[in-house]
């Protein structure tokens, strides 16, 4: 399985922006997908997750009511749209797939993992 995260960039504060992770090879057996965000010098963070058949999500208590995980299972993709964007938005997201029937929020849980995409959020 093969992942790749797309769509960063720099935008205003309180603007939005949607991130894309594009999911290729075995994907019949995942159980979820997440995004997670990691500022250089702090550890990775959890940001959202759904689960990749049912309609299940999650989401960090910062981004909660501002960012949305959706999922394409015809297309597999998984897109975040974020909104109301804050400087402390402003990371390196990743996205990352495990296999089974759920997600988790815990990135050691994961199995793949896309490269990362900068999203920088600016005056």
């Known amino acids: 399985v093969q992942l790749q995260a797309c769509g960063g960039g720099v935008v205003q504060y309180g603007g939005s922006l949607r991130i894309s992770c594009a999911i290729s090879g075995r994907t019949f057996d995942l159980g979820g997908v997440a995004w997670f965000r990691q500022v250089l010098g702090k550890e990775r963070e959890f940001v959202a997750a759904?689960?990749?058949?049912?309609?299940?999500?999650r989401y960090a208590d910062s981004v909660k009511g501002r960012f949305t995980i959706s999922r394409d299972n015809t297309k597999n993709t998984v897109d975040l749209q974020m909104s109301s964007l804050k400087w402390e938005d402003t990371a390196v997201y990743y996205c990352?797939?495990?296999?089974?029937?759920?997600?988790?929020?815990?990135?050691?849980?994961?199995?793949?993992w896309g490269q990362g995409t900068q999203v920088t959020v600016s005056s």
């Open positions: 759904t689960t990749w058949i049912t309609d299940s999500t």
């Open positions: 990352a797939a495990v296999r089974g029937s759920k997600f988790y929020i815990l990135q050691r849980n994961y199995d793949y």
